[in-house]
């Protein structure tokens, strides 16, 4: 194998990023990070991580992830953070990580797409989602050009002002993500079907008299709520009036890794 993408998703952008950009690419396996054996297939040739940005930043659970994969000392790195139109720090934060670590990121491309940061709102009118898609078509299919061919391309990064207040807010946080789940509660059309159960991709969430329960190690990841079937689940007071959002072209079967290989 001459190249892995490893991707974090919780609504589908990543996944659906990483897989265009797969099809750019010749001898290419797409791991989701959160499969058991993961860790196992950083040898390759070629290694490339495709996450969403989470709070102006790489989101902790990809961190992680990152810090305990073992790489080669000349491997060919590349990465695609997706986001909503703020990548900030984010690429070079990943930057900073692999030069931690004598390893040069060699191309890092910000990919734009609908925000399923569902507590500021849905993601969005259908028209200007159709126009993110097709940007990102266009963005991803430079980018395997580049990443096929081995090259060096400018890390994207954020106005300077986004990278200075916004990476004070990332640092916060960091810490505190996992709690953040206190604000997640379902509504009376739970019919405890059990997806949320299935999809987080913490294993954060059990059901307890037929009620999803959240077990405070969450990783923000917003699944649970953007894919419940019943729109049951809600985070504080908004949510209700807002809509729900995943990329069209990934299902729910899609984003079960634990269960499906790509
Ligand atoms: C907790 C959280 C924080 C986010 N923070 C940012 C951000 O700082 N900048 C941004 O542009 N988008 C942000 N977003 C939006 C996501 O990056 C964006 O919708 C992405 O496409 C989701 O990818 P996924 O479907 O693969 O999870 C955030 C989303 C979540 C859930």
């Not at 058991?36 to 969403?52: H, I, K, Q, R, S």
């Not at 810090?67 to 139109?85: D, H, I, M, Q, T």
């Not at 040069?104 to 940061?117: C, E, F, Q, R, T």
């Not at 969005?124 to 395997?144: H, L, T, V």
Request: aromatic share 10%; net charge positive; hydrophobic share 40%.
């Amino acid at each position: 194998m001459k190249t892995v993408i490893f991707y974090y998703t919780g609504t589908g952008n990543s996944l659906w990023s990483a897989r265009l950009l797969a099809q750019g690419l010749a001898d290419v396996r797409l791991r989701p990070m959160k499969q058991a054996d993961a860790l196992a297939t950083g040898d390759a040739e070629a290694v490339g991580f495709v996450f969403p940005v989470h709070v102006w930043g790489i989101p902790v659970p990809v961190v992680q992830f990152i810090e305990k994969l073992s790489l080669r000392p000349r491997v060919y790195l590349f990465a695609l953070a997706v986001n909503a139109g703020q990548v900030s720090r984010t690429l070079i934060q990943l930057r900073g990580m692999m030069a931690g670590r004598g390893l040069k990121l060699a191309a890092g491309y910000s990919i734009v797409l609908p925000s399923n940061y569902i507590p500021w709102g849905g993601p969005g009118p259908a028209e200007r989602q159709k126009k993110m898609f097709d940007g990102a078509r266009s963005k991803i299919a430079e980018a395997a050009d580049c990443i096929g061919g081995r090259r060096s391309a400018p890390i994207e990064k954020g106005p300077l002002w986004q990278m200075i207040v916004f990476t004070v807010i990332y640092k916060m946080t960091f810490k505190q993500v996992h709690k953040m789940d206190k604000d997640f509660w379902s509504d009376d059309k739970c019919n405890a079907c059990g997806v949320c159960v299935q999809i987080c991709l913490a294993k954060n969430i059990e059901l307890q008299e037929g009620k999803p329960v959240w077990r405070h190690h969450c990783e923000q990841c917003l699944a649970c709520i953007q894919w419940c079937p019943q729109e049951s689940i809600q985070f504080g007071k908004k949510t209700p009036a807002y809509q729900r959002y995943h990329h069209p072209q990934v299902s729910l079967q899609d984003m079960l890794p634990h269960v499906v290989e790509h």
